[in-house]
Nanobody
Framework: QVQLVESGGGLVQPGGSLRLSCASSRSISSALAMGWYRQAPGKQRELVAAITGSSTNYADSVKDRFTISRDNAKNTVTLQMNSLKAEDTAVYYC?????????WGQGTQVTVSS
C-alpha cells in the first residue's frame, strides 16, 4: 500500500502564495503520472495540474499561476501556487498512478480569504 502525505495548505490572503507538497512512501520514479486535484464545497473534484512523463498540463483557471514539479530523489510532488484567488479555495489532493494502481492523499485545505 502506498501512502501519500500532503502538506503546505493553510489560510492565505488573495494574491499570496502557497507551496503544497505530496510525499510518497513509494518511489515516484516509476509513476506513470502524478497530479494535483481540488474539490471545493458543493463542486466536483477537478484536475488542477499533472505531470505525465516529462509533460505537464494545467487547468485553464490556474495556468501561469501554478507550477507542478517532481523530485524523484525525495519522492515528492510539489505544487507552487502564486497569485492565489478566492476561487482557489478548496481541499487539494495529490494522486499518483502506477501500472495497475492509483493512490490518493488525504487532502490539505487551502483557503484564500482576506
Amino acid at each position: 500500500q502506498v501512502q501519500l502525505v500532503e502538506s503546505g495548505g493553510g489560510l492565505v490572503q488573495p494574491g499570496g502564495s502557497l507551496r503544497l507538497s505530496c510525499a510518497s512512501s513509494r518511489s515516484i520514479s516509476s509513476a506513470l503520472a502524478m497530479g494535483w486535484y481540488r474539490q471545493a464545497p458543493g463542486k466536483q473534484r477537478e484536475l488542477v495540474a499533472a505531470i505525465t512523463g516529462s509533460s505537464t498540463n494545467y487547468a485553464d483557471s490556474v495556468k501561469d499561476r501554478f507550477t507542478i514539479s517532481r523530485d524523484n530523489a525525495k519522492n515528492t510532488v510539489t505544487l507552487q501556487m502564486n497569485s492565489l484567488k478566492a476561487e482557489d479555495t478548496a481541499v487539494y489532493y495529490c494522486k499518483l498512478a502506477f501500472w495497475g494502481d492509483a493512490y490518493w492523499g488525504q487532502g490539505t485545505q487551502v483557503t484564500v480569504s482576506s
